[in-house]
């Protein structure tokens, strides 16, 4: 058959298509190598504390216990402020509020040089999950409002590729950082001061860099514009924003009285359980199972982070190819525990690293298709609150991951207890992945 006898509905679906890649390939280009920058910094704020207490611990005389409690404290200051900050989005806007945040959890980064002991420890690191608290859903939702639900698990995914890839990058400079000694300072405060100043200039930049809605895109052309402001309207039907504070509070309990809701959150809930107790322990574990010398353990930090980096990717687009979510999540919940079981048995610096390394791949390789899943079951100004809850919710994990690994270490010295708590936190979240809703029609997740 010729090309001029195809059925004028296939022609129309191939042009579709043509349009629809090369837009999204657009997106991808023009949106995500920012955004991706913006999060190396924001997770490098967060996960540099792992090499600062390779000397905080013995210049500040603090216990195991302190230090896991100090690194999960980030995380209750992201639960208090998550929601307020994510209201306080939609009147501002994405652009300017996530300026005005990345500049002040630069300025509290660099202000950890003031720490002296535990309840300073723990104050700084309480401010910066406060003022963090909006970044992450603010960039969500962002991604919600510029990507077709097509591409929104492989969008997430790239994004958050950046957690790996700041440990990457951020490794081996943490612990070079920490050989830095001069002007009264010592080398972990030198690794705050010096790591908090790219938020700071980042923060200024998102101003100039970032458009607030696909509308303002000049970038894009007008068919182009059209085909993505078509796509996106066709998922947010009859989509009205809250309006003052009772219809806000109306939004509010709307999402904390549907199930899907919570089963999201407990899904989520051993995302930064297992992701940040394994980040925030894995330098100390490889000190406390070898000789390596601070350079040398930053070097080693590299390889866990970079296979997560290109496995959470592969498995993003494999979930977006197939267009099935739950159980890509719950398939990397189920892996990353039996990693988990894995360290807990090892008694050498390969199986316990190996083990943790695993943990981590599996446990940021449910991200995409997870905010891809919970996205898809949001609408409205139902969408932000809900992406708030849950995140603020589950973060949570956050804190006890570290927590539990560093009361378990000053409890026997040793990590097996406290990795299978955390495993079994992990099966819990694949079955939860499991029971959600398969439905996609639902104004808030329900």
Same mark, same amino acid.
């Given at each position: 058959?010729?090309?001029?006898?195809?059925?004028?509905?296939?022609?129309?679906?191939? @042009?579709?298509?043509? /349009?629809?890649?090369?837009?999204?390939?657009?997106?991808?280009?023009?949106?995500?190598?920012?955004?991706?920058?913006?999060?190396?910094?924001?997770?490098?704020?967060?996960?540099?504390?792992?090499? &600062?207490?390779?000397?905080?611990?013995?210049?500040?005389?603090?216990?195991?216990?302190?230090?896991?409690?100090?690194?999960?404290?980030?995380?209750?200051? !992201?639960?208090?402020?998550?929601?307020?900050?994510?209201?306080?989005?939609?009147?501002?806007?994405?652009?300017?509020?996530?300026?005005?945040?990345?500049?002040?959890?630069? $300025?509290?980064?660099?202000?950890?040089?003031?720490?002296?002991?535990?309840?300073?420890?723990?104050?700084?690191?309480?401010?910066?999950?406060?003022?963090? &608290?909006?970044?992450?859903?603010?960039?969500?939702?962002? $991604?919600?409002?510029?990507?077709?639900?097509?591409?929104?698990? +492989?969008?997430?995914?790239?994004?958050?590729?950046?957690?790996?890839?700041?440990?990457?990058?951020?490794s081996p400079i943490s612990g070079g950082l920490l050989g830095l000694h001069g002007k009264?300072?010592?080398?972990? %405060?030198?690794?705050? /001061?010096?790591?908090?100043?790219?938020?700071?200039?980042?923060?200024?930049?998102?101003?100039?860099?970032?458009?607030?809605?696909?509308?303002?895109?000049?970038?894009?052309?007008?068919?182009?514009?059209?085909? /993505?402001?078509?796509?996106?309207?066709?998922?947010?039907?009859?989509? %009205?924003? &809250?309006?003052?504070?009772?219809?806000?509070?109306?939004?509010?309990?709307?999402?904390?009285?549907? *199930?899907?809701?919570?089963?999201?959150?407990?899904?989520?809930?051993?995302?930064?359980?297992?992701? !940040?107790?394994?980040?925030?322990?894995?330098?100390?574990?490889?000190?406390?199972?070898?000789?390596?010398?601070?350079?040398?353990?930053?070097?080693?930090?590299?390889?866990?982070? /970079?296979?997560?980096?290109?496995?959470?990717?592969? @498995?993003? +687009?494999?979930?977006?190819?197939?267009?099935?979510?739950?159980?890509?999540?719950?398939?990397?919940?189920?892996?990353?525990?039996?990693?988990? *079981?894995?360290?807990?048995?090892?008694? =050498?610096?390969?199986? @316990?690293?190996?083990?943790?390394?695993?943990?981590?791949?599996?446990?940021?390789?449910? $991200?995409?298709?997870?905010?891809?899943?919970?996205?898809?079951?949001?609408?409205?100004?139902?969408?932000? @609150?809900?992406?708030?809850?849950?995140? =603020?919710?589950?973060?949570?994990?956050?804190?006890?991951?570290?927590?539990?690994? *560093?009361?378990?270490?000053?409890?026997?010295?040793?990590?097996? =207890?406290?990795?299978?708590?955390?495993?079994?936190?992990?099966?819990?979240?694949?079955?939860?992945?499991?029971?959600? =809703?398969?439905?996609?029609?639902?104004?808030?997740?329900?």
């Amino acid at each position: 058959m010729r090309s001029t006898d195809l059925p004028e509905v296939t022609v129309e679906k191939i @042009v579709d298509q043509d /349009l629809e890649a090369l837009v999204v390939s657009r997106l991808m280009w023009r949106l995500l190598p920012f955004l991706f920058l913006l999060y190396i910094v924001a997770y490098l704020d967060r996960i540099n504390v792992s090499f &600062a207490i390779l000397q905080m611990r013995t210049q500040l005389h603090l216990s195991d216990s302190a230090y896991g409690r100090a690194a999960g404290m980030f995380f209750a200051g !992201y639960l208090i402020f998550q929601i307020p900050s994510n209201l306080a989005l939609e009147k501002v806007g994405v652009r300017r509020w996530i300026a005005m945040l990345m500049i002040v959890w630069g $300025l509290v980064s660099c202000m950890m040089i003031f720490i002296r002991g535990p309840v300073s420890f723990y104050s700084f690191r309480f401010l910066l999950g406060a003022a963090e &608290a909006g970044f992450f859903p603010g960039i969500i939702l962002y $991604l919600k409002r510029w990507f077709p639900v097509g591409a929104r698990a +492989r969008a997430v995914a790239w994004f958050m590729a950046a957690n790996p890839l700041a440990g990457v990058f951020g490794s081996p400079i943490s612990g070079g950082l920490l050989g830095l000694h001069g002007k009264g300072l010592e080398g972990w %405060q030198w690794l705050f /001061l010096i790591e908090g100043l790219p938020a700071i200039l980042l923060g200024v930049a998102v101003l100039g860099v970032l458009y607030e809605w696909p509308q303002e895109a000049s970038w894009l052309t007008e068919p182009q514009r059209n085909w /993505l402001l078509g796509e996106l309207a066709s998922e947010q039907t009859n989509e %009205q924003p &809250a309006r003052g504070f009772l219809q806000k509070s109306a939004v509010l309990w709307q999402v904390l009285t549907t *199930g899907n809701m919570w089963l999201l959150t407990l899904t989520f809930f051993a995302v930064p359980t297992c992701m !940040y107790g394994v980040t925030l322990w894995l330098p100390s574990t490889i000190r406390s199972l070898s000789l390596l010398s601070d350079q040398a353990i930053g070097a080693v930090s590299t390889v866990p982070y /970079l296979l997560t980096a290109v496995v959470m990717v592969l @498995v993003s +687009r494999h979930s977006d190819r197939t267009g099935e979510r739950r159980w890509h999540v719950a398939i990397c919940a189920f892996l990353a525990a039996a990693s988990l *079981g894995l360290a807990a048995s090892g008694r =050498s610096v390969f199986v @316990v690293v190996g083990g943790m390394s695993l943990a981590m791949i599996g446990a940021e390789s449910m $991200l995409g298709p997870f905010w891809a899943m919970a996205t898809s079951r949001m609408k409205g100004s139902s969408a932000a @609150v809900a992406i708030a809850v849950i995140n =603020s919710l589950a973060n949570l994990g956050g804190y006890f991951g570290p927590w539990i690994l *560093g009361l378990v270490r000053s409890a026997n010295g040793g990590f097996a =207890s406290g990795l299978l708590a955390i495993a079994a936190v992990l099966v819990i979240s694949g079955v939860a992945a499991l029971r959600v =809703s398969p439905s996609r029609t639902s104004a808030a997740p329900r």
